[in-house]
């Protein structure tokens, strides 16, 4: 499903149909909340995610939503409820080496590592009667950690909603099977390319075939077990040597049994001078046009507010805790689960202090400047 921030959603069903629904204000305030933490719907992933939902993460979400609007009425950051949904980064490692992910570059400055099974246990124990959705990757390739699936079951068995997303090369039998019997909820495939000189381009050192078998796999393990879940994503990151493989992607997804296919436009840091030629030529898998100076600048203003900032944030493998999954490597630490619980540091002084900065510009954070939060970065 697709959101435009107007009342007008669309909505897929089997078979890729998609539906158009006028929402009344209150429905457009539920729909509004799950698509900003889903991303895209669709309506068997919805019904599972609306599982999901208990009286107390919904009273905590009505809270984080009431006191973000208010901030934006008010010009200042008001802060009630704790997060419903956080990013958890298993580990920074990666097998791949793709331009713009400072895990592909080995360029983190940050600690690198695994995340402890323990640690992350009690992090949930603390946090699971709020937290309506783990996101279970950050950095780097989750399938290397060697106990991930366990901490997904472990997630699964609190009823969190559970979305990871992996390049796909460890997907083996065993592990296909082991996903399907996880408890994941979303497995989002990326899958950057139709043939394998178009997808090594982006995904250096990937090898397409690898992918391709182990989605089949899950695809076939879900038939065997009779389960609906994981619900499998392709997602496809729009850049100038794939863009003419949207068709064949959307192929591929069908005759393989994917549920979906999402079409990401792709965030490129210099975009000015574009070093790896990754803008696509057409302007609508693009965050960028050129001005009048033939420079490419992005294409919508950013606004002072962030509805991330107000909902969620981001765990590392060693338990800092940073405002977004646009600090990729740590820079902008708010606190440290080692040492505090995340409800201290989700009022804390220097959460309040970013919060406050933000909303007086997104200038005035370097990774505000050019972050996607508020833009529509997800194409049909
Ligand atoms: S980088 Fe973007 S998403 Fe992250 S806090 Fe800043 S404005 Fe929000």
Redesign the pocket.
């Known amino acids: 499903m697709t959101h435009n921030f107007d009342r007008s959603v669309w909505f897929v069903t089997p078979g890729y149909e998609k539906h158009n629904l006028q929402l009344t204000t209150l429905n457009f305030f539920l729909f509004r909340c799950i698509f900003d933490l889903m991303g895209r719907f669709h309506y068997i992933d919805a019904i599972n995610f609306a599982g999901k939902l208990t009286f107390r993460r919904v009273v905590n979400a009505i809270k984080l939503w009431s006191s973000y609007r208010l901030s934006r009425l008010l010009n200042r950051p008001i802060q009630w409820g704790y997060p419903i949904s956080v990013s958890f980064e298993p580990t920074t490692s990666c097998n791949l080496r793709c331009p713009e992910c400072p895990s592909g570059m080995r360029s983190f400055t940050r600690a690198t590592g695994m995340l402890e099974k323990n640690f992350f246990q009690q992090t949930i124990d603390a946090m699971h009667k709020e937290l309506l959705y783990l996101i279970f990757y950050f950095q780097g390739e989750p399938y290397l950690h060697p106990d991930f699936l366990d901490m997904v079951q472990y997630a699964a068995s609190k009823k969190i909603y559970t979305a990871t997303s992996t390049n796909a090369h460890y997907l083996t039998d065993e592990k296909a099977k082991a996903t399907v019997e996880s408890g994941l909820d979303r497995l989002i495939i990326s899958i950057d390319g139709t043939a394998q000189d178009v997808y090594s381009q982006y995904r250096v050192g990937g090898n397409l075939e690898k992918v391709i078998e182990g989605t089949k796999r899950v695809v076939a393990w879900k038939k065997q077990l009779r389960s609906s879940k994981p619900f499998l994503v392709f997602q496809f990151l729009v850049v100038k040597p794939n863009e003419h493989q949207i068709d064949d992607v959307k192929k591929l997804a069908k005759d393989i049994g994917v549920d979906d296919v999402w079409l990401k436009t792709a965030q490129v840091y210099d975009y000015e001078q574009d070093p790896n030629g990754l803008i696509p030529e057409n302007n609508r898998y693009s965050r960028y046009k050129k001005d009048h100076n033939g420079r490419y600048q992005p294409k919508h203003k950013l606004s002072n507010h962030?509805w991330?900032?107000w909902h969620s944030n981001v765990i590392t493998w060693d338990g800092k805790v940073t405002?977004?999954?646009?600090?990729k490597d740590a820079q902008h630490t708010l606190g440290d689960l080692k040492t505090a619980t995340m409800k201290e540091v989700w009022k804390s002084k220097d959460y309040r202090n970013f919060r406050h900065l933000?909303s007086k510009g997104?200038k005035n954070?370097d990774?505000?400047a050019n972050?996607?939060?508020g833009l529509k970065v997800w194409e049909d």
């Open positions: 962030c991330k900032l405002p977004c999954c646009f600090d933000m997104r954070i990774i505000c972050c996607s939060e």
